[in-house]
């Protein structure tokens, strides 16, 4: 058998790359499956969402193997998988799901009702997700193959773009979810908040559902100077308290048609505030700029706990909302963990077809597994890159 490593969680700040488990085909809790499959990992990301894991702010325990950012190769699978072949190459959403409850029927993959005991939804290598074994490794084990994985059609082809579709296992369907949910379309004006990955596949997707102009939002000089050198319009959140300002000169009005936070709730504030922690701070702004009538996408990250928040109240979970202002201005607001599969397949063409250089967007920047800790502490730093971890040299052989 072959021997895996994988990046795991020791307490705040700390990760390491150690030696553990081989994927056996079992469920969290024990129970023997028919219905996975093994993965040799091609590619695996390391995420914002990790990221806050890593600082402490939630309450994941020590020893959690993370990432759930996965593109593999299948090398085994479970007597009950049907659609699926030893040797595919295949993207694999961060969303566990079975494929058989009401909400999986209705494409709502983000909060599956059976791979989960503790609430709604799974993921890979995450905290309160069910217990699944992360994929920043060398081999992972995916449960419900049949259902979860989708298949590149052409192998070669694939490998030639890898560093672009390993972005659909998470970041870019999160994006394009943001921006759909903004009910962005041909001529909108729209505004999002947070130029880290996700944000700036959010501004991707809004480009090409087909926005007039995108402008992105960050404190971070230099994020802001790679979002405007791939074509966005960069607002530097440390000039100005009141973001209606930033955008009126700009656009020459104070507000937009749709809005994204591609934040969370590690936010924080705008201008003179800038240095502290805001846990609504996005929230409420964006309610400020957005027209009456118009929607706000939420695929930035909000947690149930956040114990290492300054705010009493945030350790709870709690914001403090404006939310009368968005309820007075007709505001829909869509929250929640992305439904990759109902976006994966169509980004895929996208991406294949040369319609979508999320790589680039996002500068996409490949390292050994070996170096995943030294890449969280420069993700850490607000590096204006989104690391691809290689465990096998995969994508390196492929440039």
Known sequence: MASNRGVVYLGPGKVEVQSIDFPKMRAPDGKEIMHGVVLKIVATNICGSDQ??????????????????????????????????????????FNVACGRCRTCREQQTGICLNVNPSRAGGAYGYVDMGGWVGGQADYVMVPYADFNLLRFPDKAQAMAKIRDLTMLSDILPTGFHGAVSADVGVGSTVYIAGAGPVGLAAAASAQILGAAVVLIGDM??????????????????????????????????????????????????????????????????????????????????????????????????????????????????????????????????????????????????????????????????????KFVIDPHGAVKAAA
């Open 220 to 385: 971070n000089p230099e994020r802001l100077a790679h979002a405007k050198s791939v074509g966005f319009e960069p607002v530097d959140l440390t000039k100005s308290d009141r973001l209606e300002e930033l955008i009126e000169q700009i656009l020459g009005v104070p507000e937009v048609d749709a809005s994204i936070d591609a934040v969370g709730f590690e936010a924080r504030g705008h201008g003179t505030q800038h240095t502290e922690e805001a846990p609504a701070t996005v929230l409420n702004a964006l309610m400020t700029i957005t027209r009456a009538g118009g929607a706000i996408g939420i695929p930035g990250l909000y947690v149930t706990e956040d114990p290492g928040s300054a705010d009493k109240a945030a350790q709870q979970g709690n914001l403090r909302m404006r939310f009368g202002l968005g309820w007075a201005k007709s505001h829909r607001l869509a929250t929640g963990q992305t439904p990759v599969l109902r976006y994966n397949r169509q980004l895929m063409q996208a991406i294949l077809h040369d319609r979508l250089p999320i790589a680039k967007i996002v500068n996409a920047t490949v390292i050994t597994l070996d170096r995943a800790p030294d890449g969280y502490q420069q993700f850490d730093k607000g590096v204006a890159k």
């Open 52 to 93: 806050h894991m890593v600082r402490g702010r939630t309450t994941a325990a020590a020893g959690l193997v993370l990432g759930h950012e996965i593109t593999g190769e299948v090398i085994e699978k479970g007597a009950d998988v049907e659609t699926v072949a030893i040797g595919d190459l295949v993207t694999v959403p």
